[in-house]
């Protein structure tokens, strides 16, 4: 298994949480649709944490400048950028 079919995966179960999201927009107004609209949050926040998950399993860096954590792509040797905010560290390797 290599990141980028990892990656691919999340993509498809973001665009699920999404396609729920605009489905959500039908409902009526109500205790059930704030019941649906925590759930789908829920459901996207762990998506974001299972894809930092598996990229600390990938050894890629990780920003903890927020939650749930960014993962940090190389822009340049032992220098990395976090995909989330932009935040560049400098590691060693
Ligand atoms: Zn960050």
Do not use: W
């Amino acid at each position: 298994m290599d990141i980028d079919s990892l990656t691919k995966g999340i993509g498809l179960v973001s665009n699920t949480i999404t396609t729920l999201k605009k489905l959500k927009e039908l409902i009526p107004s109500g205790d059930k649709k704030q019941d649906i609209e925590q759930n789908l949050e829920e459901a996207e926040k762990n998506i974001k944490i299972a894809e930092a998950e598996i990229a600390k399993g990938f050894n890629f860096q990780l920003c903890y400048r927020h939650f749930p954590p960014g993962i940090m792509l190389e822009i340049a040797p032992f220098k990395s950028k976090c995909n989330t905010c932009g935040n560049v560290e400098d590691y060693d390797s």
